[in-house]
Nanobody
Framework: QVQLTESGGGSVQAGGSLRLSCVASGYTHSSSCMGWFRQAPGKEREGVAA???????EYIDSVKDRFTISKGIADNILYLQMNHLKPEDTAMYYC??????????????????????WGKGTQVTVSS
């Protein structure tokens, strides 16, 4: 069973930076997509960034050029470097794996696909 544990969240002012980390323990498929999702109060969960097994990355438009997803050398650590943070980035952030990057990036029909493993989340709050 894979367990994912996020850390690195916190409260920052607009324009600040945070780096989220996600440590995966247990068996993981090195070929699995890994992704970051977020959910703000009253809003649906959305995929933010994804990284394929071969290192290819994707981002939603609202975070492009501000966020960077990456893996650690051992592949069991996932990072999300967040720069130039905005109040609208405020949300609970989750890492997940065990599903397709198409799901992370919202390209699958509603109700199709999922990620097999999820962390419990880390809160990011950006004040103006």
């Amino acid at each position: 069973q894979v367990q994912l544990t996020e850390s690195g969240g916190g409260s920052v002012q607009a324009g600040g930076s945070l780096r989220l980390s996600c440590v995966a323990s247990g068996y993981t498929h090195s070929s699995s997509c890994m992704g970051w999702f977020r959910q703000a109060p009253g809003k649906e969960r959305e995929g933010v960034a994804a990284i394929e097994y071969d290192g290819r990355t994707e981002y939603i438009d609202s975070v492009k050029d501000r966020f960077t997803i990456s893996k650690g050398i051992a592949d069991n650590i996932l990072y999300l470097q967040m720069n130039h943070l905005k109040p609208e980035d405020t949300a609970m952030y989750y890492c997940a794996t065990g599903g397709p990057c198409d799901y992370v990036m919202g390209r699958l029909p509603a109700g199709v696909g999922d990620m097999d493993f999820w962390g419990k989340g880390t809160q990011v709050t950006v004040s103006s």
